[in-house]
């Protein structure tokens, strides 16, 4: 009897409108020692989220599209309402990063030409997430006929095919810099931000060409412009470094060859407090940023690497008061960033690109089925990617500090500041806001 009472609650049997999955005379039955519990599990709702091709918390930015699609762009979420808006604003960092604007670039012809098809209304943003799409109308498939067979060496062709085991052949897919154009338009977005709720601004430059070096001494940080990186071609501030770079480029643009260089980028006026320790400090967040954009290999701030050639004595940056009474520190070997929060002095980084990987060069590689051939990269490619890297180091730089803005904001101004040792968050003037950042500054 016993067996059978057992045998009928392992199998679960239940009498009509029982709550329990054993009888009433098995509860009887049973001891303490021996009780059986079951309990009805909660559904599991899985969940898989889309990754790599967002960035931000507060701010965060998700881009779309490949180069030879229908069109590239980006959602823009979380930005502040009531901010003054409008497709020009945005354009105009577009067409610093756009193709085909001169000799040192590609001959690729795209006017880019955004469209804001939601989040703004009557001219201001409305607080919903903003989406912004270029059209791609100069794309040329047959040119990566090549391509489809074997893999361009150092591009992505064969990693992307290792990961995902297939992949858009033409023109690069997503890992083609045309991406990029849905980190600049939210990137002229954020400076705008940043310009108006702390009078924040940044600026990056053309510093190296291939062995073409632009002395630091030769550049003054204080008062650069942006006339003076925008008064050449290849975005270098200083005139005569310019010619000498544009000399490089051309060197080996007409031997279908290729060289890489260095983008350096200055914050001023960035609002102490920004960076969040330990994990999310302020150059770790610059750094990853910075380094996802394509042909990155390199990145620094403050002294970087020359740094390790000094003592503790000479690196310090030593503190003072000035006559505001506001701590400043005499040097800035630091970069602006001190235990990964800024400290209000500028903020300069330098990001290094390798040579373009598409050359018109022979040379040896395998196809995609292991068999050892020769290639002739064809396509239209720049011969050095950092004239066009300008704006778009200045995007990222811009979407980092704009998320870090409204952590700051959100954890540690929410209630009144301590005035002995923290700032307010200082706001710009309305005529400010009326401009973009870049359009007002020429």
């Known amino acids: 009897m016993a067996s059978s009472l057992t045998s009928k609650s392992i199998l679960g049997s239940t009498k009509p409108g029982s709550s329990s999955p054993l009888s009433p005379d098995i509860r009887r039955l049973s001891s303490p020692a021996v009780q059986i519990s079951i309990r009805t599990q909660p559904k599991k709702n899985l969940q898989i989220q889309a990754t790599g091709s967002s960035y931000g918390t507060h701010f965060r930015v998700s881009t779309f599209g490949e180069s030879h699609g229908g069109g590239v762009g980006c959602i823009i979420d979380g930005c502040p309402p009531r901010i003054p808006l409008s497709e020009s604003d945005l354009q105009f960092d577009l067409d610093r990063r ?79 810099a045309r991406e990029t154009i849905g980190r600049v338009a939210p990137g002229a977005l954020a400076k705008k931000i940043l310009k108006q709720f702390a009078g924040t601004e940044i600026l990056a430059y053309v510093s190296q060409v291939h062995q073409v070096v632009l002395p630091e001494d030769l550049v003054d940080h204080e008062n650069l412009t942006l006339e003076q990186i925008e008064n050449n071609i290849v975005r270098c501030p200083n005139p005569e470094y310019a010619e000498k770079m544009i000399a490089a480029i051309d060197a080996v643009r007409t031997k279908g060859n290729s060289v890489g260089g260095v983008v350096t980028c200055i914050v001023r006026n960035a609002p102490r407090g920004l960076g969040t320790p330990v994990f999310d400090k302020l150059e770790a967040e610059l750094a990853k940023a910075c380094m996802s954009l394509p042909a990155t290999k390199g990145f620094e701030f403050g002294s970087g690497f020359s740094g390790t050639f000094l003592t503790g004595l000479e690196h310090n940056d030593e503190f003072y008061t000035d006559e505001n009474g506001r701590i400043r520190t005499k040097t800035n070997r630091s970069g602006g960033i001190q235990g990964g929060i800024s400290n209000g002095e500028i903020i300069n980084m330098r990001v290094a690109f390798k040579p373009t990987s598409t050359i018109g060069r022979k040379q040896n590689t395998v196809t995609r089925d292991k068999q050892e051939t020769e290639m002739i990269a064809r396509g239209r490619h720049d011969p050095c990617v950092v004239p066009r890297a300008v704006p778009m180091v200045e995007a990222m730089v811009a979407l980092v500090l704009v998320d870090q803005l409204m952590a700051q904001y959100a954890q540690c101004h929410l209630f009144p500041i301590n005035p002995e040792l923290q700032e307010p968050l200082r706001t710009a003037s309305p005529v400010e806001l009326q401009q973009p950042q870049n359009a007002a500054a020429l």
């Open 98 to 176: 756009r193709p085909g604007q001169s000799r040192i670039t590609t001959p690729r012809k795209e006017t880019d030409t955004c469209r804001i098809s939601s989040g703004v209304s009557e001219g201001m943003t409305t607080g919903t997430p903003i989406h912004v799409f270029v059209p791609n109308t100069d794309q040329r498939g047959l040119d990566y006929s090549e391509m489809s067979v074997a893999y361009r060496p150092s591009h992505a062709d064969a990693t992307y095919d290792m990961k995902y085991g297939v992949r858009s052949v033409q023109g690069g897919g997503r890992s083609s």
